[in-house]
C-alpha cells in the first residue's frame, strides 16, 4: 500500500481485500481487491453483471461479504447496516434510486437528519437544509411536491443531492448519469471535482467510457466477479478499456450505423394529427412508416416520455387523431398491444418490470397479454421463447427461472426489451432503452434494433444520448419545453444541429 | 457468469414449502402423544370417523374461503367482507327453501349471491380505486345486516330448513368419506385449472407484483383484480353453504365468524405475502389444515378454552417467522459457520 503512483493525490482511503460473495447459485464477487484514495475520482466499471454494484453494497454493509476483509483509513471496518457506514462518512447513491416516492422532496431529502427539538420535526428548518442540499447541485425543484411526481433523472438528482453531506469522506454513485441529459451531468461532474479538491474519495459506476474519461482519475475493471486490473486513465486507451471489460475487441459496431440513413419510403404505419393533451404535451404532428428509426430527443422534461405514452395510450390524449395502417388506435395500452404497439418504459423498476416475477414470465408476459388469458402460452414453448432471448441479448442469468429482481440493473433492463420483442410488434416505442447497458451490449442492442427495422418494424426511441440518436436514427424529431419544434432528416441528423435545437436558439 | 453449485439441504430449508408442512406433522405428532388413540379411524354409519377425518372434514369451510382469499391476496388486496359474504349466502339458501324453489336452484342462488357479493367488492376496488381493506370493509360491516333482512323478507322468525340436498352436500358421505372433501376436491381442480392451465393465474401474479408495469405491458390490470374478487366471492358462497347446511339454519350474526381472519392467516401460512405478486393453491390449503390441526387439538388436549386463541397464536407467530427471510438467513447462517 505504501508505494502509491504519482497522480493519485491523497492516501489510502479504502482498503478491500479478498472479497468474495455468493448469491443463491450465482458467485457474484470472487477473490475481488480494490483500493480507493483520499481526492480520486476512481471508476469501477466492468460488463452488466460483472459484480459492480455487488462490491459497493459489500463496501456499504448492505450486503454481508462471504470472506475478505475491508479497511478505513487503515482499520478494518464490518458494517452490518448501511446507516454505520453512512455514519463513518460513506454516502452512497445505489443503483436503483430508493427514494420514497410518496414523500415530499423535503422529506426525502432530510429522512436521515431530522430536525427539531423533543422529537418534533422542524420543518422549516428541514425545508432550509434541504433547500442548501438542492443548491448544491444548482437544482432548481419544487421542496413541497412529491418525489414520484418527478422525472426519474430530476429522482436521480434528488438522490445524489441527499447523499451529499458535509462530513461526507467517501462518496460512492452507482451509474448516477444513466438517465441524465448533458447538462446535469455536467453540473454532477462540476459538484464530484469540487468535492475531489476537498480530498474527498468518490467511487463512481458507469458505462459512458466518454464520461469515464473526462472526469476519473483511476479506473478498476471488474468483470464476471473477478479484478481484472486497475490503471490510471492516463495509460490505457478506450480500445484497451474495452477489451478488459468484455474480454475481446468491439469492433467497430458503433460506427458502423452512422453510414446510412434510409429515405423514409416504407409505408406508414402511425400517423398522429394534432395529438396532445392539456398540460402535458402541446399537440404535435408525426409520422411512422415501417423500417425506419425516428429518434426522440429534447432536455429532460421537454416531453419525451410524455409522448411516448400518449402514442402508446398510456396518457390519454384530449386532443387530435392517432391513426394506425388499419384503423384508428384505440388510446389505452391494452387496445395498443394488439394493434402490434408496444411500450418499453423508461422507469424500469417502478413501470417496467414485476420484480418478483421470474425472467421467464416478465418476457412473456406481453406476448401472453395479445393472446389473451384463456390462451396460455405452454411452459415450453415460454421456456423456449425465454432461452431465445436470453440468447439473443446476452442476459447474464443461469436460466430464466431467476427472479428479475436479483438480476443486475443492466440485465433487467434488458429483460424490457426482451419482452417487447417477444410480443412480435409491428411498431416499438423504446423510451431511453439503452439506459445503464454495457458498452458490448449497447452495441449489440443497436444492431438488433438495425435489423428489426429491415424486418419492416417501426421505431420510436426517445433518449438522452444525443450521439446515441444520431447514431441509429433516419429522422429526429425535437422537443422543447412539451412542444415538437421540428424534424431533421439525412445530412441534418447531426449533434450540432439537435444540440442547437433542443437549446432553443433559433435556427 | 460463474455458477455455484447449492447444497441441497440449504435449498430445502431456503423453499418455502418445508415450514408449513413441517409444522402440521409436528401438530399431528404431538396430538399422538396427547391423546393416544389420536389416529384411531372407525367407520361409523357408513362413514369414516376419527381424529384426523374431523380435522379435514372441519377445515372445508376456512380452507374454500382461503383458496379465494389466496387470489385476492395475490393482487395486492385482502377481502374482510368472506364472513358475511357466507352469510348472505346462508340467508338466501332459508329463504329460498322457504320460498319453495328446487333445492338445486337455491343452490344456485346462494352461489350467485356470493358471486354478485365478489363482483361489488371487485368494483369497488378495480374500478372505484377504494383500498381493499376499506372497500371489503363495507361489506363485512353490512353484510350480515343483510342476510338479517333477507332472513325478514318471509317473517324470519324461523329461519331453520330442511332440505336432504343441501345436507348431504354438507354432512353426508360417499364411500365413506364426506361429501364436502369431494366438493372441495372438485372446487380446487377447477380454480387450479382456472389459475394454472389458463394465463388468470400470471396476470394475477403480475398485477399483484407491479400493477403499473403489468399494465403497460398490456394486462387489463382491472379486470384481473375484479375477477379476482369474484372468485372469493364465490368460494366464500359455498362455504356459506356448507356452514349453513349443516347446522339447518340461517344465523347470518354468527355463521362464518371471524373466518376472514383464519383465512388470511392460512394464505400466509402458506407462504403468500400479503405485499401481493405470488399464488400458493396447493400450500394454502397445509395452511388451512395447520390451523384446523390445531384448533382440535387444543380441544382435545383438555386446555381451558382460554388458552386456545394464545396458543394457536404462538404456533402462528413461530411458523411465520420461519418464513421470514430475514430469521431463515439468520438460522442458515448459523449452520454455516459453525465448522
Ligand atoms: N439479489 C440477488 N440474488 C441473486 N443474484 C444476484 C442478486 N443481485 C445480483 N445478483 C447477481 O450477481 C451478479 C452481479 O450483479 P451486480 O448487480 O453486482 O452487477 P453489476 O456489475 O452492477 O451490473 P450492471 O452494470 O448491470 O448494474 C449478477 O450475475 C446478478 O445476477
Ligand atoms: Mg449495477
Request: aromatic letters at 6%; hydrophobic letters at 50%; charged letters at 20%.
Amino acid at each position: 500500500m505504501a508505494i502509491m503512483k504519482a497522480n493519485t493525490a491523497g492516501a489510502t482511503r479504502i482498503a478491500m481485500r479478498g472479497i468474495r460473495k455468493a448469491y443463491p447459485g450465482v458467485l457474484a464477487l470472487d477473490d475481488v481487491d480494490f483500493e480507493l484514495h483520499g481526492g480520486e475520482i476512481h471508476a469501477l466499471l466492468g460488463e452488466n453483471g460483472a459484480g459492480k454494484s455487488t462490491l459497493i453494497k459489500v463496501l456499504t454493509g448492505a450486503l454481508q461479504r462471504d470472506r475478505g476483509e475491508i479497511m478505513l483509513d487503515g482499520e478494518p471496518v464490518n458494517f452490518a447496516k448501511t446507516g454505520d457506514a453512512q455514519d463513518a462518512g460513506i454516502s452512497t447513491v445505489y443503483q436503483e434510486v430508493n427514494l420514497i416516492p410518496a414523500m415530499t422532496v423535503t422529506q426525502n431529502l432530510t429522512l436521515e437528519k431530522t430536525h427539531g427539538r423533543f422529537g418534533f420535526i422542524s420543518w422549516r428548518k428541514a425545508r432550509a437544509q434541504a433547500q442548501q442540499k438542492l443548491d448544491r447541485l444548482g437544482l432548481k425543484v419544487e421542496l413541497n411536491r412529491t418525489v414520484g411526481s418527478h422525472s426519474v433523472a430530476i429522482q436521480q438528482m434528488i438522490a445524489i443531492a441527499r447523499a451529499l453531506d458535509d462530513d461526507t469522506k467517501v462518496l460512492v454513485l452507482d451509474e448516477p448519469t444513466a438517465s441524465l441529459d448533458a447538462d446535469e451531468t455536467a453540473a454532477l461532474f462540476d459538484v464530484m471535482r469540487s468535492l475531489k479538491a476537498k480530498g474527498i474519495a468518490i467511487v463512481f459506476i458507469t458505462h459512458f467510457l466518454e464520461q469515464v474519461y473526462e472526469v476519473s482519475d483511476r479506473i478498476t475493471v471488474l468483470r464476471n466477479g473477478c479484478k481484472i486490473g486497475t490503471s490510471l486513465i492516463g495509460d490505457i486507451n478506450r480500445q484497451d478499456l474495452i477489451a478488459m471489460m468484455i474480454g475481446r475487441d468491439l469492433g467497430e459496431v458503433e460506427e458502423a450505423f452512422a453510414g446510412e440513413r434510409r429515405d423514409g419510403s416504407g409505408e406508414v404505419v402511425l400517423t398522429a394529427e394534432g395529438v396532445g393533451r392539456k398540460r402535458v404535451l402541446a399537440p404535435f404532428d408525426l409520422t411512422l412508416r415501417a423500417g425506419e428509426v425516428v429518434g426522440l430527443s429534447g432536455l429532460l422534461g421537454s416531453g419525451r416520455t410524455e409522448l411516448v405514452k400518449l402514442i402508446f395510450g398510456a396518457l390519454k390524449h384530449d386532443s387530435g387523431t392517432l391513426k394506425l395502417a388499419n384503423g384508428t388506435a384505440g388510446n389505452n395500452p391494452r387496445a395498443s398491444l394488439d394493434a402490434g404497439i408496444v411500450l418499453c418504459p423508461e422507469d424500469r423498476k417502478s413501470e417496467g418490470l414485476v420484480g418478483e416475477l421470474s425472467v421467464r414470465e416478465n418476457i412473456i408476459l406481453s406476448m401472453q397479454a395479445k393472446r389473451g388469458w384463456l390462451r396460455k402460452v405452454s411452459r415450453a414453448e415460454q421456456e423456449k421463447i425465454a432461452d431465445e432471448m436470453i440468447r439473443a441479448l446476452a442476459i447474464a442469468t443461469p436460466d430464466g427461472e431467476k427472479l428479475v429482481r436479483q438480476l443486475s440493473g443492466g440485465n433487467q433492463q434488458k429483460v424490457v426489451l426482451a419482452r417487447a420483442l417477444a410480443s412480435s410488434p409491428r411498431i416499438m416505442l423504446l423510451d431511453e432503452p439503452t439506459r445503464g447497458i454495457d458498452v458490448g451490449a449497447h452495441a449489440e442492442i443497436l444492431t438488433l434494433i438495425r435489423t428489426l427495422c429491415e424486418d419492416g418494424l417501426a421505431l420510436l426511441v426517445a433518449s438522452s444520448e444525443i450521439d446515441e440518436v444520431v447514431a441509429s436514427s433516419d429522422r429526429v424529431a425535437v422537443l422543447r419545453d412539451r412542444r415538437k419544434i421540428g424534424e431533421l432528416t439525412g445530412e441534418d441528423i447531426t449533434r450540432d444541429k439537435i444540440v442547437t435545437m433542443i437549446a432553443g436558439d433559433n435556427l | 457468469m460463474k455458477l455455484i453449485e447449492q447444497p441441497f439441504v440449504r435449498r430445502i430449508l431456503n423453499g418455502r414449502a418445508i415450514w408449513p408442512l413441517l409444522a402440521l406433522a409436528v401438530i399431528l405428532i404431538a396430538d399422538g402423544f396427547i391423546s393416544p388413540g389420536f389416529y384411531e379411524i372407525r367407520i361409523v354409519e357408513g362413514r369414516l370417523f376419527g381424529n384426523l377425518i374431523d380435522i379435514l372434514y372441519r377445515a372445508v369451510p376456512t380452507a374454500l374461503i382461503a383458496l379465494g382469499m389466496a387470489v385476492v391476496i395475490g393482487t395486492r388486496g385482502i377481502d374482510l367482507s368472506v364472513g358475511s359474504i357466507a352469510a348472505i349466502a346462508g340467508a338466501m339458501i332459508a329463504w329460498r327453501i322457504q320460498a319453495g324453489d328446487p333445492h338445486g336452484v337455491v343452490l344456485l342462488y346462494a352461489l350467485g349471491a356470493g358471486i354478485l357479493c365478489g363482483m361489488w367488492n371487485g368494483m369497488l376496488v378495480a374500478f372505484l380505486g377504494i383500498q381493499p381493506i376499506i372497500a371489503t370493509l363495507i361489506l363485512m360491516v353490512s353484510g350480515r345486516g343483510i342476510g338479517m333482512l333477507i332472513n325478514l323478507i318471509y317473517g324470519g322468525t324461523d329461519p331453520s330448513f330442511q332440505s336432504d340436498f343441501l345436507q348431504w352436500l354438507s354432512t353426508g358421505s360417499i364411500l365413506f368419506i364426506p361429501t364436502r372433501l369431494y366438493v372441495f376436491a372438485v372446487i380446487f381442480l377447477l380454480l387450479w385449472l382456472v389459475i394454472r392451465r389458463t394465463a388468470l393465474g400470471l396476470f394475477v401474479e403480475a398485477t399483484g407484483g407491479n400493477a403499473a408495469a403489468s399494465n403497460l405491458a398490456g394486462v387489463n390490470a382491472k379486470l384481473i383484480i375484479f375477477a379476482a374478487y369474484l372468485i372469493c366471492g364465490l368460494t366464500a358462497g359455498w362455504a356459506g353453504v356448507i356452514l349453513t347446511a349443516d347446522t339447518h339454519t340461517s344465523d347470518p350474526v354468527s355463521v362464518a365468524l371471524y373466518i376472514e381472519l383464519d383465512a388470511i392467516l392460512a394464505v400466509v401460512i402458506g407462504g403468500g405475502s400479503l405485499a401481493g405478486g405470488r399464488i400458493y393453491l396447493g400450500m394454502t390449503v397445509i395452511g388451512a389444515l395447520v390451523i384446523q390441526a390445531l384448533t382440535t387439538s387444543i380441544l382435545i388436549s383438555g386446555l381451558p378454552p382460554e388458552y386456545n386463541l394464545i396458543i394457536k397464536a404462538l404456533v402462528v407467530l413461530f411458523v411465520l417467522v420461519l418464513q421470514s427471510d430475514n430469521a431463515r438467513r439468520g438460522i442458515v447462517s448459523k449452520f454455516r459457520r459453525s465448522p
